[in-house]
Nanobody
Framework: QVQLVESGGGLVQAGGSLRLSCAGSGIIFSIYNMGWYRQAPGEQRELVAVITSGGITNYVDSGKGRFTISRDNAKNMVYLHMNSLKPEDTAVYYC????????????WGQGTQVTVSS
């Protein structure tokens, strides 16, 4: 019933930009905190950006000034705009939804590949 579907990944040159999209269904989207995580081969999954149900944002240190997370509750969408991309940004990027009122609910998308060439 609950689905998060990422799109927008691909191959981009260093210094370029990319916008990732996540479409949610099966939840009351506006009351969830939304986030983007990434996982590179052989690495731990790390939090890249979050936006709360109230619109508060936070970013991984390496993404500050380069990444912007946003949401459109009317469309059940969350976005991650990435610019000035670096090869170190190469990873599978995952969309995440967490209930804002508790830690009970935690949903994940299937991931979308971002590859930044040097």
């Amino acid at each position: 019933q609950v689905q998060l579907v990422e799109s927008g990944g691909g191959l981009v040159q260093a210094g370029g930009s990319l916008r990732l999209s996540c479409a949610g269904s099966g939840i009351i989207f506006s009351i969830y905190n939304m986030g983007w995580y990434r996982q590179a081969p052989g690495e731990q999954r790390e939090l890249v950006a979050v936006i709360t149900s109230g619109g508060i944002t936070n970013y991984v240190d390496s993404g500050k000034g380069r990444f912007t997370i946003s949401r459109d509750n009317a469309k059940n969408m969350v976005y991650l705009h990435m610019n000035s991309l670096k090869p170190e940004d190469t990873a599978v990027y995952y969309c995440n939804a967490k209930s804002s009122w508790s830690n009970e609910f935690d949903f994940w998308g299937q991931g979308t590949q971002v590859t930044v060439s040097s």
